[in-house]
């Protein structure tokens, strides 16, 4: 294995060029308007591939958003790594709080990233970290060429659940077959301290809609006399948590599997400056779980939160009305030992149970995904570690995330092989929100990280 790093550094200009070129893509995979934009991106990431190299080389229609599939199989006696990312971004709203155009993307220095990180929508989540690894494959084909086989897989569907995937997966079994499945979707601790993601929680995604009357109502007419929807909701709401922030729905803990105090103990020896937490997200005090510290609370234990509520009247002055609907988006992040769709059944039985006579609801299941664990003594997590050790002169802390990526765990039982997840991204990078970003150097050290990571598996694999 030769000196990744140089040709790194001569090509980088490039490289961020190339990434820049995708991420000026719109391919938010919610919004139907983009629907073309998505397979603009997906051509183009099979232009690289095949640019590449790379061998059957495909864009695979769904019924929703196309995956972008390629492999070189150089000797079927070696490992193959399965590469999974995602193009599909998340919609840009609110988009008055960027400042400057989200898929126009530009370099600026912040505090965290002094050389410089790239700002648009999908910088680090996901066509940044994604495309990591096709520069990767590119750094070792210029230098001794791959180690192993390999095949990658790019999704459009990530951000709305991977229903289509999920299809894909169990119809392709074989096509897919791998030694390990190579993922760069999450985040490290900070700059410096590399990790190694070895959970993500499940996510249960519910919608509930309440209805009171056959219309809007005069609130001074019928105030005080029939039911407001949006009081009920609110009500109810604020009864799924209780004084100590556990969740309500009957049943809900029943099958969470307790962290063992060693595993308890592992956890409190994370980096982790609470004062530092609070400021990065400008609060002044720490919510959650009775018993259970910030880091616990993001990752071992579950939660539920409304996503979105709306009604009534929100618009410009004020309108005195007594609405007849009231919605929400809800949705509980799940650990292991928990089934998602167990828990949309005790979430959907609780909100009727506790919906009062005088409304009726609705209750709809979006999507979900079981929770995932990874353990640390197998040979990808040994070639990860000494990948990161390599590059970042330390050891990589095996760390629990709270985000979910739902199918990795499918991946777990349909394809039965582990997920190593080498994520680069960092808290403060802003996913999801207005101004994302992805330090320059991230993406650079990320790139010659995975380049490590092909070799060390190789040479770990035959033992
Ligand atoms: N890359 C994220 C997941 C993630 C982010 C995991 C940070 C760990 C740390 C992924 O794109 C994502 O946003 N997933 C969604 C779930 C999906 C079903 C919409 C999530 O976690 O909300
Ligand atoms: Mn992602
Ligand atoms: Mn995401």
Wanted: net charge negative.
């Amino acid at each position: 294995m030769g000196n990744f790093k140089t040709y790194i550094d001569k090509n980088k200009e490039r490289f961020l060029n190339e990434l820049f070129e995708l991420l000026r893509i719109p391919s938010i995979s919610a919004n139907s308007e983009n629907d073309p934009d998505i397979k603009i991106a997906a051509n183009s990431i099979k232009k690289h591939l095949l640019k590449l190299g790379l061998n059957n080389c495909e864009i695979c229609e769904t019924d929703g958003h196309p995956i972008v599939y390629g492999e070189k199989i150089i000797d079927q006696n070696l490992p193959t790594i399965l590469v999974y990312g995602h193009y599909d971004v998340q919609p840009v709203d609110p988009l008055d709080l960027w400042d400057q155009e989200p898929f126009q993307p530009y370099i600026k220095k912040t505090e965290i990233h002094p050389e410089g990180a790239i700002f648009a929508r999908g910088a680090c989540d996901d066509k940044g970290q994604m495309f990591m690894h096709i520069k990767a494959l590119e750094v070792m084909m210029q230098d001794s060429g791959l180690p192993c086989n390999v095949k990658f897989m790019i999704e459009g569907e990530e951000e709305v659940g991977s229903d289509n995937l999920e299809i894909f997966v169990k119809n392709n079994k074989n096509k897919l077959s791998n030694d390990i499945i190579l993922v760069s979707d999450t985040g490290m601790i900070n700059k410096t301290t590399p990790s190694i993601t070895t959970g993500l929680r499940g996510l249960s995604y519910m919608e509930v809609e309440l209805t009171g009357a056959n219309r809007d109502l005069h609130s001074g007419h019928y105030g005080g006399t029939v039911a407001n929807p949006i009081n009920i909701l609110s009500k109810m709401i604020a009864s799924l948590h209780d004084s100590n922030n556990k969740i309500t729905i009957p049943g809900f803990y029943n099958k969470v599997s307790e962290a063992s105090n060693d595993e308890r103990k592992e956890i409190s020896s994370i980096p982790f400056n609470l004062d530092e937490f609070k400021k990065s997200i400008g609060i002044n005090a720490e919510h959650g779980e009775t018993g259970y510290s910030t880091i616990e609370r993001q990752s071992i234990r579950p939660a539920l939160d409304v996503n979105g509520i709306w009604g009534g009247y929100t618009k410009e002055g004020s309108k005195t009305v007594l609405p007849n609907k009231a919605n929400a988006k809800i949705s509980m992040r799940l650990v292991p030992g928990q089934n998602w769709r167990e828990i949309s059944k005790l979430f959907t039985k609780h909100i009727k149970n506790i919906t009062p006579k005088t409304v009726s609801v609705k209750v709809t299941e979006h999507h979900g995904g079981e929770p995932y664990v990874a353990p640390t003594n197998t040979v990808g997590f040994k070639a990860a570690s000494n990948a990161y050790e390599d590059v970042f002169n330390l050891k990589p802390i095996p760390t629990k995330d709270g985000g979910s990526i739902p199918i990795i765990a499918l991946f777990e039982k349909e394809l039965e092989s582990k997920s190593i997840l080498m994520g680069f991204g960092l808290d403060s990078d802003a996913i999801h929100s207005p101004n994302e970003h992805f330090g320059v150097s991230n993406f650079l050290l990320g790139i010659e990280t995975i380049s490590k990571f092909y070799h060390h598996f190789t040479k770990l694999s035959k033992g």
